[in-house]
């Protein structure tokens, strides 16, 4: 849901967007951390904020890191 956010913000298109591994973080809502595989060797780290039920909103891309590899350890940011 938030593929179209992130390709906005970096000005270019994804063909392949696959989530590998995420973490969550309770706060007024929930914050995602999530290793996302751009491309065969390139790999992004997703913060998303998704807020609680009743506010009715769909997930929202908070920010991101990009230059990841597979192997690089998710982590707060």
């Not at 849901?1 to 706060?27: D, G, L």
């Given at each position: ?30 914050m ?22 009743y ?23």
């Open positions: 849901q938030v593929k179209p956010q992130f390709e906005s913000r970096e000005n270019k298109i994804c063909a392949m967007f696959t989530a590998i591994i995420y973490n969550t973080q309770v706060v007024a809502g929930t995602y951390f999530i290793k996302v595989q751009v491309s065969d060797n390139d790999y992004v780290h997703l913060k998303v904020f998704q807020a609680l039920p506010e009715n909103k769909g997930p929202s891309l908070e920010s991101f890191q990009t230059g990841k590899t597979r192997d690089d350890p998710l982590t707060y940011f």
